[in-house]
């Protein structure tokens, strides 16, 4: 756990709840509008500057947040981009699920690479924990004959958020605690390698190996930990800003998206609250990030993909790769049912469009322009839905636009 030595206003473990009052900071929420890969970490990068505290507040080790700074290239996959800014704490909340070697492993990759994480970066005492059986499960379930293909990042993400909402889960605080943390690992791999075999003739998983490596992993990870929502509430009491910075993006939100081929966790704006412990009424805006043109990873509907050689060379010129998969990623045309879909669900205050450079050795692009509300619906029947050409406006009529029309 934190250092009782550290001062209040960065370990608040052992502040009363009854200091805290109205909350008086500024908060704003960065939300995916889209499917992800919008470019939330760039953005996030750019208003850190403007805030004192940045909270990942939903998913795990799978975001690919890239951020270039000074030539430097940093693909943050857990840690929020916020600890690249100095003078900023950065938080990870209790609704990330958090593998404890991907995190040391980030961690150590941003020591050496001179970021200062030690005294600014904080995990959540409750966020839940990945171990390898998630991991196991999740490889095999994907890859079974006769399921269907979800295309996930196959890390233990989704089977971690099983256990957490079955109440079987780890949380960082019990990992902590080492006899419960043997009893837990021995009696879960117990059940997962008799799922697993039965289920999917997998190869079991050594217990012992398994302690061994997370107790060790645990007295890393202890400096790290606190009750992260008493350091946001503080934070916000005193009259600190706070950026919560969200991973995926609306269409991928386990109940607001394209299910059932989404995400597990709530990667929409509400899921700031839900995810780091602040109150509803200390959000103050939403800023929605949207590409100039769409882009998806895995399966599930895109009704405004382009599968030709359009759809080809948006990919090439956005270099539309996954930053932690590498796996190629679905192109087409803007969605402007999904932003409206999108604004409504998050309360969008702000939209920030992003790599419109893409578009610009185009004559014209398309965008879906299907104004009945259920499109998405009908993509996942099939039915064709009518995309317009819109050539690009000049520089004068790109004047006229209205800040929240969309």
């Not at 697993?196 to 400096?223: R, T, V």
Request: hydrophobic letters at 40%; proline letters at 4%.
């Amino acid at each position: 756990m934190c250092d009782p030595g550290r001062s209040a206003d960065i370990c608040p473990r052992e502040i009363s709840l009854t200091e805290l009052q109205l909350k008086k900071g500024k908060t704003a929420v960065i939300v995916g509008a889209q499917w992800g890969d919008e470019g939330k970490g760039k953005i996030v990068d750019v208003l850190s500057e403007n805030f004192t505290v940045v909270a990942r507040y939903a998913g795990g080790h799978n975001a690919g947040h890239t951020v270039i700074i000074n030539g430097k290239k940093f693909i943050l996959q857990l840690v929020p981009c916020g600890v690249l800014r100095a003078g900023c704490r950065s938080v990870i909340g209790n609704g990330v699920v958090l593998d404890p070697i991907a995190f040391l492993k980030e961690a150590g990759s941003l020591r050496e690479a001179g970021v200062k994480i030690d005294g600014h970066l904080f995990v959540s005492n409750r966020a839940h924990v990945i171990l390898p059986y998630h991991r196991m499960i999740e490889l095999a379930a994907e890859n079974a004959p006769g399921r269907v293909k979800i295309g996930t990042t196959s890390r233990g993400i989704g089977p971690a958020y099983e256990d957490k909402m079955g109440r079987r889960g780890l949380r960082v605080a019990d990992l902590l605690d080492l006899q419960l943390l043997r009893k837990h690992i021995a009696n879960a791999v117990h059940e997962k390698n008799m799922i697993a075999h039965a289920l999917f003739n997998s190869e079991p998983l050594d217990a012992d190996k398994m302690y061994a490596e997370y107790a060790q992993a645990a007295e890393k990870i202890a400096p790290f930990v606190c009750d992260t929502a008493v350091l946001l509430n503080q934070a916000l009491n005193n009259g600190e800003s706070i950026l919560f910075e969200g991973a995926q993006g609306t269409m991928l939100d386990i109940d607001h998206g394209t299910y059932p081929f989404v995400t597990s966790s709530s990667a929409t704006s509400g899921g700031a609250v839900i995810g780091t412990g602040v109150a509803p009424n200390a959000i103050n805006s939403v800023i929605g990030i949207s590409k100039a043109y769409c882009t998806r990873v895995g399966e599930g509907p895109f009704p405004s993909e382009e599968k030709g050689d359009a759809g080809d060379n948006l990919r090439k010129r956005g270099n539309e790769y996954g930053a932690v998969t590498g796996r190629p990623r679905r192109t087409g045309w803007l969605d402007m049912p999904l932003l409206r879909y999108s604004g409504m669900i998050n309360g969008t205050s702000w939209l920030v469009v992003t790599k419109l450079d893409v578009l610009d050795e185009l004559a014209g692009v398309r965008r879906l322009q299907d104004r009945r509300k259920d499109h998405v619906r009908r993509a996942r029947a099939g039915q064709r839905l009518r995309q317009d050409r819109v050539h690009l406006p000049d520089a004068a009529g790109l004047a006229d636009c209205d800040r929240g029309h969309y």
